[in-house]
């Protein structure tokens, strides 16, 4: 079976989805993260399935990749890594309270979360949003499809615009990439 036109086809339609991205609100986000560094506060990030491996994933590249030029590093916290945390919240309490569990009580005015989801609407994500908002700390909602509750509620966003949630997940995990590059390259040459 030759699959080579299909994956020309997919490529293709992922670069017109990459070509509306936003870059002012990836610049934005980007200046909270490293004003968030140089205060010492911490970057919470979430979200479910693949969305959760991204999440992890930012966790690697920024502590590590960005954080090996700074002697201020970045404080990156994923909620969902944490397993046996997650079972048991999701066992003794709720699935939707996962990630808010885990930050009440704990996040301050000086930290930012960061939710990553497809759809903009993870009951778990927006739960958590709402544990940020109430102690004044800023939310930054990566999201696809309409942008979702998220999208709204967030302090800051950067919406992929497509209903393919393959899309919306290569671009989450590009953003990533992104960022960290453009960010240890600035801080490399600094």
Do not use: W
Request: aromatic share 8%; proline share 1%; charged share 20%.
């Amino acid at each position: 079976m030759d699959y080579t036109q299909k994956l020309k086809d997919y490529i293709e339609e992922e670069r017109k989805v990459i070509d509306t991205l936003n870059v002012e609100e990836i610049s934005t986000v980007m200046n909270v993260l490293e004003e968030t560094r140089k205060n010492h506060g911490r970057i919470y990030i979430c979200g479910n399935g693949g969305s959760g491996a991204t999440a992890s994933h930012f966790v690697c590249d920024f502590n590590k990749g960005v954080g090996i030029y700074c002697k201020d590093k970045y404080q990156f916290i994923c909620l969902n890594d944490n397993i046996p945390s997650m079972l048991a919240i999701s066992n003794d309490i709720s699935y939707d309270e996962v990630f808010s569990f885990q930050i009440d009580g704990v996040i301050t005015s000086n930290d930012v979360l960061i939710g990553i989801s497809g759809s903009g609407n993870s009951k778990n994500v927006i739960k958590a949003f709402d544990v940020a908002d109430a102690v004044g700390a800023k939310t930054i909602a990566l999201c696809g499809y309409s942008g979702g509750k998220m999208k709204e509620m967030a302090s800051y966003s950067v919406h992929v615009q497509s209903y393919n949630m393959q899309f919306c997940e290569d671009i989450h995990m590009m953003l990533d990439h992104m960022m960290m590059f453009v960010l240890s390259n600035e801080l490399k040459n600094a």
